[in-house]
């Protein structure tokens, strides 16, 4: 009996150990600077910062997601991005406006003012049906950029 207890005893040491180092790894991996730069396939430097992120499921066990970041910029940074391919080379620039429907601000998306506008430039990465896809937004105007993805 004291040896299975000894067992149990370091079994649950292990289990908790994995535990936090799991939650460990998934902050590091899916914390929204280390996304965006994944995904949206831009550096970002120490002058930017995440403004806001809103992830949003929807459906039956919440398997479909929505997330939306968005990030504050100097002009230097803005200009550098727009001279490097978006969305890991899945995409190419483009001027304004979207012309996609996409999620707004109130659904936790990008501002509607930003969306129409053609001062800003856009990246869109989806599939034919527009059922998943990805799209950065950059508004030079107010050193701004939004990464969506649904």
Excluded at 46 to 56: H, P
Excluded at 62 to 87: F, H, M, S, Y
Aim: overall charge neutral.
């Amino acid at each position: 009996m004291p040896r299975l207890r000894k067992l149990l005893i370091i079994l649950g040491s292990i289990a908790g150990s994995l535990l936090v180092a799991g939650y460990a790894l998934h902050y590091f991996f899916w914390r929204d600077e280390v996304y965006f730069e994944r995904y949206a396939g831009l550096k970002l430097p120490s002058s930017a910062s995440i403004v806001s992120s809103v992830t949003r499921e929807y459906g039956l066990f919440g398997v479909d997601t929505t997330k939306c970041i968005q990030v504050a910029a100097d002009r230097e940074t803005i200009d550098n991005w727009l001279k490097q391919q978006p969305l890991r080379g899945k995409a190419q620039w483009q001027k304004g406006p979207v012309t996609i429907g996409v999620l707004t601000e109130e659904d936790g998306g990008i501002p509607e003012k930003v969306l129409y506008s053609s001062e800003i430039y856009c990246a869109l990465d989806t599939d034919k049906n527009l059922h998943r896809g990805q799209l950065l937004v950059l508004d030079p105007r107010a050193n701004q950029a939004w990464y969506f993805v649904w």
